[in-house]
């Protein structure tokens, strides 16, 4: 009983938490319809797996690491938000373009965002705020409008680093369409040249790859444990 409780309690928090949100006028509706549509699609992309071309499912998982490993965790954090390493002039686009795919903002504001949360962490200042629970700290804060002392903090950070990185702001200029070009376009447009399909290649892959990368790892990770499960079933000839 005790832990039935504790659950319809964590289910009560959760329904007051989003009406309060919805009250105060806080909720990030463009962010909740995107992502809440590109995760029904990963889901119904499921049922279109087995009509992929051997090679289209081989491209998604390529571009996982690509647009995660490189775009996201070598990219955007490790280079442009932490300046961990120098990279040459090639290699910058290299990871913007990767980036790009993975669709999780520009770097401009994926670099802002994580330099304000590290300068002011576990505060209101902090994008992702630990101290107001698990669910907004993972993913939470991007149903809702930034707090005030977010944009403040924003606007008193020095990123001339940024503004003197061409890549960047050529990415920042042509944001978000750069960005949706190559997380859904691309990836379906590299897969007719192996004859498949482009919207098997833009719901394999783009919307998969959102979905992983964006919030809900556990809605789109079944779209890769087929891919796996098929590339290792089907007869080697084409």
Known sequence: KKGFSEKMGVVTDSINTVARHYKQGTMNW??????????????????????????????ALILWPISGMLGITAGAHRLW?????????????????????????????????HRVHHKHSETNADPHNATRGFFFAHMGWLFVKKHKDIVESGKKLNFDDLVEDSTVMFQKKLDPWFALFMCFVFPGLVCTLWGDNFWNGTGSLGLSDTSVFFTLPGVSTPLHICMVTILMTLPCGL
Request: hydrophobic letters at 50%; proline letters at 3%.
């Open 81 to 113: 938000s932490h300046r961990s390493y120098k990279a040459s002039f090639p290699l910058r686009v290299v990871l913007m373009l990767s980036n790009a795919i993975a669709n999780q903002g520009s770097i401009w504001h994926w670099a802002r965002d």
């Open 30 to 59: 463009p962010m909740i319809i995107y992502i809440g549509l590109a995760h029904v699609a990963a889901v119904v992309g499921l049922f279109y797996l087995s009509s992929c071309h051997r090679y289209t499912l081989l491209w």
